[in-house]
């Protein structure tokens, strides 16, 4: 393994995105297996991977419980992230929330199903419209200065609202969409991060699947599967974003390396200060994700991945509706 810097902390080069392991219901990636999702987080450390990934709201509750009970007795080190910022009722999600008030609960949860005394990097899941960002910011800052939180971070802010929060208090990471598939931060976010001296952290660098080659067609996913949902995975869009698999394919054949290290080799090659949490539940793609570490492309490779997956060129929106209304505020 390989480490990076994000903000002040030093973390794994690859980070593990553990929300597919609660195995909560369709959102979650199907079923997961207990004691495999357990000796995947183990395995992970053995790798050398000590940036771990979860949220509030994958469940909901569940996954930090999960990741708590598996770092147990392990925790140095590590770089625990969680994330705060939705309204939950019953279990389900009825709203986005980052009033003070809902800062400081969602913290005091998550502290407590993670068995830790401090939570390495404190996200801001989506931003609340309603809520302005210096008054969520300003309550994260004070669990930092009560040390309950070490580094602050958002997900899916939108410009203006980075250089406010960053005004209010440091931050240190941002964590958005990033993939050959999803390079609309390219523009703007990723720029201004760099310039202000914030990590970035893709989530679904692998494309919810997509650029793994798993795929061949849209009747290969399960029955049930969310993704059957998913805008660049419909009918009239998945034969158009089969292009950029098959340029990923060739280059991962000319390596004799998979699809998934090739896609997230990429998001390496972006910059030092990108790091990429692909999700696993299961110890065999944790380990061919991680070797994405030893990949090194060369400028011909980026060229023609580059030429295959232009900004802007994927087919259908990330997500639906709802969804899209909750990036990029």
Not at 179 to 205: A, H, K, M, N, T
Not at 256 to 263: E, K, N, Y
Request: aromatic share 6%; proline share 5%; net charge negative.
């Amino acid at each position: 393994m390989i480490y990076r810097k994000l903000g002040g902390l030093e973390v794994s080069a690859l980070g593990l995105g553990c929300m597919p392991m609660a195995g909560i219901g369709p959102a979650m990636y199907g079923k997961a297996d207990h004691r495999e999702s357990i000796a995947t987080l183990e395995r992970a450390m053995e790798l050398g991977v000590t940036f771990f990934d979860t949220a509030e709201v994958y469940g909901p509750y569940v996954n930090e419980e999960l990741l708590g009970q598996a770092i147990r007795g392990r925790r140095e080190r590590l770089v625990i992230a969680t994330k705060f910022g939705f309204r939950l009722a019953d279990g389900k999600v009825t709203g986005v929330d980052s009033s003070p008030e809902n800062v400081r609960r969602a913290c005091e949860g998550s502290l407590k199903r993670l068995g830790v005394d401090t939570i390495d990097l404190y996200y801001q899941h989506r931003v609340d419209p309603d809520m302005p960002i210096e008054e969520t910011v300003g309550a994260m800052a004070r669990l930092v200065e009560e040390g309950k939180v070490r580094f602050l971070g958002l997900s899916e802010a939108g410009a203006d609202n980075i250089r406010r929060a960053h005004a209010t208090h440091p931050i240190a990471a941002l964590q958005s969409e990033y993939s050959l598939w999803e390079r609309g931060v390219e523009e703007d976010i990723l720029p201004l991060c760099q310039d202000l001296g914030i990590g970035f952290v893709p989530y679904s660098p692998l494309g919810r699947g997509f650029l793994t080659g798993q795929f061949s067609k849209r009747s290969d996913l399960p029955e049930g599967d969310y993704r059957l949902n998913d805008p660049r995975y419909s009918e009239e869009n998945f034969a158009s974003n089969m292009v950029i698999v098959d340029a990923v394919k060739t280059i991962a054949a000319a390596h004799s390396v998979s699809p998934a290290q090739i896609a997230l080799a990429w998001l390496l090659a972006q910059g030092d200060d990108v790091v990429p949490i692909p999700g696993s539940k299961r110890r065999a793609t944790l380990e061919d994700s991680m070797a994405a570490v030893n990949v090194k492309l060369s400028a011909a490779d980026l060229d023609a991945l580059d030429a295959a997956a232009p900004r802007d060129a994927t087919a259908g929106d990330r997500y639906g509706e709802v969804g899209m209304k909750m990036v990029r505020i």
